[in-house]
């Protein structure tokens, strides 16, 4: 418990660093590890044919990043897989279901290794708030998900806008990635790492310090953990990996009105 305290606090912090202003809005110093000044982020496509477009626009959208490429290395769209949306170790996992009235529009989640480093994620979209989904409104939060699983945070969160989906504003602008969008991942990217983590199989250095032993935890049983941030519109939860890693969850929550 001591531990997922502690994980909890860095996280606050990095939550702080993340609610910036437009001229930085990285998700603290999330990234993935890389060895190459460009990589290609293998992604599941677990989404159902509501969702289909929506996917490859915003893959395509944020592929125009020069430091940034995706590869659909797999379709697992059965009501099980996207419902339980299992996360993938060196991938994304895209995901849409009936999740339930749980307060939540999108849902993304990332895994960090023992080094600190991103080493799989999952996008969910909540179909239980369909009503809300107007077309630019699925664009935006797609876009948005995806974005934070490479390291992006918000660019406002007080409802104005940048003309970006990283944005929380309902301005029809807001849709996809801008160029600002683009000099961050370049900013987040422009160093290299002494591994990959986002290659499936990949193995981090070794784990040191304590929760270093033990059984990995299952991916399709991810737990919550800590709420460390809540606003208006997000929340930010954190929960310890048994491999001394950590979860870290977003959460862009639904409106008032439902």
């Known amino acids: 418990m001591k531990k997922l305290i502690a994980a909890a ?26 060895t190459t000044s460009s990589f290609t982020l293998s992604v599941t496509d677990s989404v159902s044919p509501l969702w289909d477009a929506e996917l490859q626009d915003t893959l395509n959208n944020w592929a125009q990043s020069q430091s940034l490429e995706f590869a659909v290395v797999g379709t697992d769209d059965g009501d099980r897989a996207r419902k339980r949306c299992s996360a993938i170790a060196g991938q994304i996992r895209v995901c849409n279901a009936a999740y339930g009235n749980n307060g939540w529009l999108g849902l993304a989640s990332i895994g960090l290794d023992s080094q600190g480093h991103i ?12 009503s809300y989904f107007t077309q630019d409104e699925r664009n935006h939060v797609m876009c948005q ?9 918000h660019t406002s969160e007080d409802g104005s806008s940048q003309s970006t989906c990283m944005d929380y ?16 991942i370049s900013s987040i990217y422009a160093h290299i790492d002494a591994y990959n983590s986002y290659l499936s199989g990949a193995t981090p250095p070794p784990c040191k310090g304590k929760g270093c032993n033990g059984p990995a935890l299952a991916n399709d049983n991810v737990p919550m ?7 208006d519109h ?12 950590y979860w870290i969850h977003h959460v862009r929550l639904a409106p008032a009105r439902h």
């Open 169 to 184: 504003s309902s301005d029809p602008s807001s849709q996809w990635p801008n160029s600002h969008d683009m000099q961050m």
């Open 234 to 245: 997000e929340e930010i939860w954190v929960a310890s990996r048994a491999d001394g890693g």
């Open 225 to 231: 953990g800590i709420l460390v941030h809540k606003g």
């Open 119 to 130: 080493d799989q994620g999952t996008a969910k979209m909540n179909d239980s708030y369909d």
């Open 9 to 34: 606090t860095a996280a606050a912090i990095s939550v702080g660093a993340a609610s910036v202003a437009l001229a930085s809005h990285s998700w603290g110093n999330y990234h993935w590890a890389r």
């Open 145 to 153: 998900e995806v974005g934070h699983l490479f390291g992006l945070g």
